[in-house]
């Protein structure tokens, strides 16, 4: 028995984004591959809702632009200095921060007693904020 392997296509930027305007699913393109995305819940639209909110209001009359979702945007590697995973089964967050030296650092956020600093923009946000309105039901209720 002979076993071919599939090669993978990898893809260019401007591929990527020409597929996209007649995409029917959510894409994420991540060095060269495109990757379905799956679709949201009720938490995870309050979360988004919640952070869009509170990072909106705050960067009011600076030159920021926030976006909530849908928009596809081109950022060099290079220029990303904190990213930012929110849990939404539970109040937990992971924050990478990029050190001087080029190395990511990962800081936990646990509870929604915490407060979490984006430090790249200076703005400390409660977790109890982000959190506003999100049922902890366990996953299979």
């Known amino acids: 028995m002979i076993l071919q392997t599939e090669k993978q296509k990898f893809y260019t930027p401007q591929e990527y984004l020409d597929l996209e305007i007649e995409a029917k699913d959510r894409h994420e393109y991540r060095n060269g591959e495109i990757i379905v995305m799956s679709g949201g819940t009720p938490n995870h639209n309050r979360i988004t809702g919640n952070f869009y909110a509170i990072v909106n209001f705050a960067f009011k009359g600076q030159p920021y632009d926030v976006f909530i979702t849908d928009q596809r945007l081109w950022i060099p590697s290079q220029n990303v200095q904190e990213y930012i995973l929110i849990e939404q089964y539970s109040p937990h967050i992971e924050q990478f921060s990029k050190t001087e ?41």
């Open 101 to 141: 030296s080029g190395q990511w650092l990962l800081s936990d956020y646990d509870g929604q007693e915490a407060t979490i600093t984006l430090k790249s923009v200076s703005l400390e946000i409660p977790l109890s904020d982000i959190y506003d309105k999100v049922n902890f039901q366990p996953k299979n209720q």
